[in-house]
């Protein structure tokens, strides 16, 4: 008879470090948008504007506007001195043209990219992979605060699905991009944006999964998220009906008459209003910044030849064109993106006097 009692299996805590976060370098403290919004609040001109800036956008796309709602802004912000230059150059424009042209401040914190690279202002505001979060969220919220105290509303791409607590109340106009048009969590996003939102088409140039997302950012919707307070939270929306498509070319440009009467065709099809916006850089320029000039002449041709249903346009522009790399130890130019390759002011305004000239054209035939 075996009397050998076999001790107690010891106590021990249960080890899920083997199975949880395996890849995780680091996790830090991140602000609330409560607290954000408290250090910046927003001033009353300032609330008004916003309000005041998006009813405008709202009665363009509805018909009841016949200005062309222009979006034109560097194609990154990655200083704040030089974006406020750029937006005091942009707001005598905007005043000058405002019979014809509501203009819109292109100010855009985040950059998907296609394999890796800079992700942003928000994302790393300092350009040297340091990612201080919670300053670049401070610099947007603070930035976004000056251009709007200068009288210009703002517009930009919502890509990461936390970030707009800490901006949304600002901006008056938002872009869903072509990468995360498809992404069934930003168009739930866009169902309850407050601002109105465009789907680009597809980075293939395909059409139908922007009017797909656009039938599912105007229904309702529930899911989770962070509210102001930092604190997890189920969202359930009633819809935006202030959706629309961004044209932006795909494996080839698709800003032409043809291209518009198509996604106009396939809109109605889905119930939804025939209308565009033509973004004249990406595909729709074949890459090439300056082609933007171009595209944008012909677009406006068309405006002048009568076509309502392009309601808006998007211009990749900066202080100085062309771009650079972020190149540690070598100063950046004054001016110049560091993500696409912009037109320079100076050859933007020529432009914009060319798109007001085809609204009036377009009013005065009575269109």
């Known amino acids: 008879m075996n009397t050998h009692v076999q001790p107690a299996t010891p106590l021990s805590t249960h080890d899920t470090t083997r199975i949880d976060d395996t890849r995780i370098g680091a996790v830090r ?10 250090w910046l609040p ?71 990219r296609t394999t890796v690279g800079w992700k942003g202002y928000i994302n790393d505001p300092h350009l040297d ?43 008056s106009w938002g872009a869903i991009g072509a990468r995360t048009t498809e992404s069934p969590s930003h168009r739930q996003l866009a169902s309850g944006l407050s601002c109105p939102v465009g789907f680009k088409n597809g980075t293939d140039g ?28 189920i969202f359930e ?27 106009c065709v396939l809109l109605k099809s889905a119930g939804l209003r025939e209308q565009v916006m033509i973004d004249v850089s990406h595909a729709n320029s074949s890459k090439q910044y300056q082609r933007q000039i171009t595209v944008a002449a012909e677009v406006a041709q068309q405006i002048a030849g009568g076509d309502k249903r392009i309601t808006g346009i998007m211009i990749e522009s900066h202080l100085n064109e062309g771009r650079q790399d972020i190149v540690p130890g070598h100063p950046l130019k004054h001016g110049v993106s560091v993500t696409d390759a912009c037109i320079s002011f100076e050859q933007t305004v020529p432009v914009l006097e060319q798109l007001a000239q085809a609204v009036k054209d377009r009013r005065n035939a009575g269109y």
Do not use: W
Not at 49 to 59: D, F, G, N, T
């Open 29 to 38: 403290p991140l602000i609330t948008p409560a607290l954000l919004e408290e």
């Open 237 to 263: 929306t009633r819809g935006n009906d202030d959706c629309h498509v961004i044209l932006r070319g795909g494996k080839q440009p698709n800003y032409a008459a043809a291209d518009v009467n198509a996604a």
């Open 129 to 171: 992979g340091s990612f201080a979060i919670n300053e670049g969220l401070e610099m947007a919220r603070r930035l976004l605060l000056d251009v709007l105290a200068i009288g210009l509303p703002v517009g930009t791409e919502f890509l990461d699905l936390l970030s707009p607590q800490f901006i949304s109340d600002l901006v």
């Open 42 to 112: 927003v001033p009353k001109a300032t609330l008004a504007l916003v309000e005041h800036s998006r009813a405008a956008i709202s009665r363009v796309l509805h018909g009841g506007d016949d200005r062309l709602i222009v979006v034109v802004g560097p194609c990154s912000i990655h200083d704040h001195d030089q974006a406020m230059e750029y937006a005091r150059q942009l707001k005598v424009q905007a005043d000058a043209l405002a019979d014809e042209l509501l203009v819109v401040m292109r100010v855009y914190f985040e950059k998907p």
């Open 206 to 233: 395909g059409i139908k999964v922007a009017t797909d997302a656009i039938q599912a950012a105007q229904a309702a919707h529930a899911f989770m998220g962070m509210t102001k307070m930092g604190q997890a939270a």
